[in-house]
């Protein structure tokens, strides 16, 4: 119950295209969803987060969508550019467990 | 405002060994958090200290322990190596515990290889 299922586990998209990333988890009471990217040789940055009043928080290229009926949650990037070719981590966390976070999607964007 | 930055960035040590790492948050962030990165397991949570108490603790041995310090500073103690605690040691700040410290902000790491 305290898994954040995180597919696909590698990605590679065009550039310009749309980059989807999804997760799913069990436990009801998390209540707060961030994403982060990580770079080779670096620590993750937090990239967008949400909570399961929203159903999409939109924050430039990237948007997370919200499904909380169906425990899923996913990140897309439009417009996806070379530079985002990164490590992906989704993650969740509620007021009285630690954050569990995905496995990763290492995204690649051709040039 | 300066990140979250660990020490030292990288370690080489020999099974049986301990080791120290060291963490200094973000000016103003009173809670820390340490993780474990590895290709297999990926990021796993091993503890989180505020106000220099052990606030949650993830599923890791006894070998793994912290400590805080008044400044928030953070050091994570690792006795006894063994091969497979060679990964990647990353340290989290946040302002505040719970749900209002929820935005982690991560240093670069120590990268720990153990021979």
């Known amino acids: 119950q305290q898994q954040v299922k995180q597919s696909p586990q590698s990605l590679i998209v065009q550039k310009g295209g749309i980059s989807i990333i999804n997760c799913a988890y069990e436990n009801t009471a998390f209540d707060y969803f961030p994403w982060y990217q990580q770079f080779p040789g670096k620590g993750p940055a937090l990239l967008i987060a949400i909570r399961p009043d929203v159903s999409e928080k939109k924050e430039g290229r990237f948007t997370i969508s919200f499904n909380k009926s169906a425990k899923q949650f996913s990140l897309h990037i439009m417009d996806s550019q070379p530079g985002d070719s990164a490590t992906y981590f989704c993650?969740?966390?509620?007021?009285?467990?630690?954050?569990?976070f995905g496995k990763g999607t290492r995204l690649h964007i051709l040039p | 405002k300066a990140g979250v930055t660990q020490t030292p960035r990288y370690l080489i040590k020999t099974r049986g060994q301990q080791v120290t790492l060291s963490c200094s948050p973000i000016?103003?962030?009173?809670?820390v958090s340490w993780y474990q990165q590895t290709p297999g397991q990926g990021l796993q949570f091993l503890f989180e200290?505020?106000?220099?108490?052990?606030?949650n603790k993830g599923n890791f041995p006894g070998r793994f322990s912290g400590r805080q310090f008044s400044n928030s500073r953070s050091e994570m103690n690792v006795s006894t190596l063994e091969l497979g605690d060679s990964a990647l040691y990353l340290c989290?700040?946040?302002?505040?515990?719970?749900?209002?410290?929820?935005?982690?902000?991560f240093g670069p790491g120590t990268r720990l290889t153990v021979t």
């Open positions: 993650a969740a966390s509620s007021e009285e467990d630690k954050i569990i």
């Open positions: 200290y505020f106000s220099e108490t052990q606030r």
């Open positions: 989290a700040s946040s302002l505040a515990s719970g749900r209002a410290g929820y935005e982690q902000y």
């Open positions: 000016s103003g962030h009173r809670s």
